[in-house]
């Protein structure tokens, strides 16, 4: 199986532009940003960070990222209410 290059590879983009189709909750950076720090965690711990691997971490640690949003939702960086127009 095909290892996924590094920093930015032509794959990675793929998978980054699929999921943020998905996850549209998320921003493209924020969906590029994980699939980015998985491929880093399974080369790290010394596994075979294939393509069909990475995008599988990256959608189980996304689906995880929105099961965790409260139900009020995500406050703003600012600390403002999500609700109320600045």
Known sequence: ????ADHRSETRLL?????ALE????SRDT???????VQACMTHLGLEA?????ERMAREHLVGMVKS???SGRPRA???DPDRAP
Do not use: H, K
């Open 50 to 54: 294939t393509p069909a691997l990475v």
């Open 31 to 37: 969906v590029e940003r994980c699939v980015a720090d």
């Open 23 to 26: 996850f549209s909750s998320f």
């Open 1 to 4: 199986m095909p290892v996924m």
């Open 15 to 19: 998978l980054s532009g699929r999921l």
């Open 78 to 80: 600012n600390g403002g």
């Open 69 to 71: 949003e409260p139900p």
